[in-house]
């Protein structure tokens, strides 16, 4: 398949990038170990001065926290090419990427990976594996279903940063969208839970962060009822679609508008 | 002087101009300080004091840090510095009779006061929401520790960033570094006394809560010793002392590169 | 046959408009004025294959967005356009295959990386077969003189060595159509020598059919036969490169040497429009039918060293078209 053969070449060519400048590499390599256990720190420290917040455990406060950073971490090592998305456009290099065969979404998406993100991801599915094992034993069909809605958060995350590359096009001048993005999922670094009505479902549905941050980590706890997981599954598949239809909106306006 | 007074006007109107980013930046800020105030309010939710705060000393503290925030963390300086030394955009300013470093803090002083105007609309917005008891009594101290905190954040910044003239390729390594730390660092997301005694005793040693712990606890008539501005003022002639050395060995560097 | 074909061709677009100083920047906040733009307005030519072509025009001319909607780029406000037989909008990728778009300062090579790295990358997104990639490559190597630079980093290339590659990157599809956008810019007069050379040996090699933009008049004159000048969006000139001359040249240029320096302005101005005079040297315009005449005039009248007729050079009455002279 062409689209794989390509996209693995876009692969390839960020990993030479990446290794081109080794030292850009450690550097973001020690602020986000220094960013992840500074905030752990402060969990840890909240939870021997506070009583159980909102009714989980320290153990399970932390659980939803690494698994935030867990699918953090994914969808920013996989969708780096977004954060570069505004110079592109801004320079014309966007020309460049329409005027050949080749699907410019597939291109904007997953044109640029960071492998920076990599040597974090591996370190986290260790500690992950780790604390699922020792704290949580979860059952089999637990495990699966996990995975299920992993899949799901990779989905609505994918259709957030279609919506956020197609804003992109519509207005040339916003230059931290996608930072929005980050700020919002920086909202669910604590469950959903925590956050009273109306924002608990504002944040769970409509702007999917909880669906796709809280949900996989709910749903290996065994928190999660199989209807909510049926309607979250239900909402990825619409938002993708929703995400695609607005993209080919707005490249249809960017081959209207200006020179 | 007179020359920094246009810049100052150039750039004011030059924010207008993207007037859709500047809004997002602001929403970014709203999104961080709503994202503490629901977490402590379910923190608060099972008991009526943390650490010796109450939830409404909590609630007025996060609004003022939006404040300070705003004021001493608006700096599109520490955006586009390194990337202009590292492509070469610096050249045109040193054949001009201008200060580099003038210039850009005068863009930042111009970013501020905007920021400012919206910081009070949007606290004014959340204050009707969320009605907690703020009481601020600014005296001479807080204002001073107010301009050395806005001081020290643009000398760090230039510090962190001086590491480009070196290693072009390195615009963002360490400012990444310190951006992280100054997020949990400087007060912004809860008061710095709430931590251990011997943490909050070691933090005095670093620039970081004179960013905004220092000033914030100032202007809501709390007493602050005197030595903590002297302190304060203290890392100011560090930095400033650090940041001409650097600087004046950097430019050499470079203009013998020639980038 | 013509590959190219564009009929009443129109691109509109809006503006907004800013008022200077603060207040006006405060409006603007909330309330912009737009207007139309007419970057292209009702134009039509038909290009051969393997025909050269240059677009020129000043800047804001249109060439551009003329450019853009043929590569797919953009869409018309109106009009009809074929390339190849594919309407270019349709962005289909068995036309996209067909054509490259270079613009001169635009890059597509990744930056950390050899050059080699963005021909194998174009190579698949071209789905451009090993063998046919292996032969293309080493021609454009070749024909470019850059076998020892590919495997360098493209940063530390020098810009002319860098467009070299950037156009092999572009070619390496072999496009049956080139759109060249400013090609030459930046470089200094050797490399834009070469480069010039590459595309007329390409063109002649392949049959490629290019259309070049440039501001440079050596690039038009040198390569191309038929030039298209548009300005204001508007087209006002499709035709050979000496018929310019022909249509829009109704004078001649008279240089004369006199043999003595008694000679004043006020002798010569009489005979023409005076465009230099230094004693002993003048230049004369004189309409074109007249200009045997007063050139026998001044042999009569003047003591005369040297004397020279000629056609005004081709920039020079190209800025004239662009200065507003009406030749409606």
Known sequence: ?259 | MRKYLTVFAIDWQNQFIYRLNFILWRLRNVLRVLMTYFLWTSIFSSQTSVFGYTREQMVAYLLLALFVNSLVASAPSNDNVGGEVSNGTLNNFLVKPIGYLRYWFTRDLSSKLLNIIFAIGEIALLYLLFRPSLYVSPSIMSILLLISAVIIYFLLGKLAISIVFWAPEQTWGLMFIVLVLMEMLTGLIFPLDLLPRWAFSALQFTPFPYLIYFPLISAIGRPVAFRFLLQSLFWVAILYYLVKKVWAKGLKTYSASGI | MAVIEVKNLRKYYKVHQKEPGLSGSIRSLFHRKYYDVKAVDNVSFEIGEGELIGFIGPNGAGKTTTLKVLSGLLYPTSGHVSVLGFTPWDRKPAFQKQFSLVMGQKNQLWWDLPAIESFILNKEIYEVPDNKYKKTLDELVELLDVADILKVQVRKLSLGQRMKMELIAALIHSPKILFLDEPTIGLDVVMQKKMRDFIKEYNHRYRATIILTSHYMDDVKELCDRVVIIDKGKLIFDGLLDEIIKKYADHKLITVIFSKNNVTRADVEKLGELKEFESPKAVISVKRASAPKVAAKILEEFPVADINLEEPQIEDIIREVFTGKDFA
């Not at chain 1, 993100?117 to 604390?131: H, K, N, P, R, T």
């Not at chain 1, 931290?176 to 608990?200: K, S």
Request: hydrophobic residues 55%.
């Open chain 1, 1 to 259: 398949m062409k689209i794989f053969k390509v996209t693995w070449r876009y692969f390839i060519n960020s990993l030479q990038q990446n290794i081109s400048g080794p030292t850009v590499f450690l550097m973001f390599f020690v602020s986000k170990f220094i960013r992840y256990t500074l905030f752990i720190s402060f969990l840890y420290y909240l939870s021997s001065g506070v009583k159980l917040i909102g009714g989980y455990t320290w153990e399970q406060m932390l659980f939803f926290y690494l698994v935030f950073i867990l699918v953090d971490t994914v969808v920013q090592m996989f969708f780096r090419e977004v954060y570069r998305f505004r110079p592109l456009v801004i320079s014309g290099g966007f020309d460049m990427v329409l005027a050949k065969p080749f699907p410019p979404l597939v291109r904007c998406l997953l044109g640029g990976p960071d492998y920076i993100d990599l040597g974090v991801l591996v370190i986290l599915l260790a500690v992950v594996s780790y604390f699922t094992s020792v704290y949580i034993r979860p059952s089999f069909p637990q495990l699966l279903l996990f995975f299920l809605m992993l899949g799901n958060t990779l989905l609505v995350a994918t259709a957030f940063h279609i919506m956020v590359l197609a804003i992109g096009i519509l207005t040339l001048s916003v230059d931290h969208l996608i930072m929005v993005y980050r700020d919002l999922t920086a909202l669910v670094r604590i469950p959903v839970g925590l956050f009273t009505e109306p924002v608990r479902s504002l944040i769970t549905f409509v702007i999917p962060v909880g669906l796709m941050f809280t949900f996989p980590a709910q749903t290996l706890l065994g928190l999660l009822s199989w209807q909510i997981i049926a309607v979250s599954l239900t909402f990825g598949i619409a938002y993708l679609f929703l995400s695609l239809k607005f993209w080919s909106y707005a490249l249809k306006q960017y081959s209207s508008a200006s020179s």
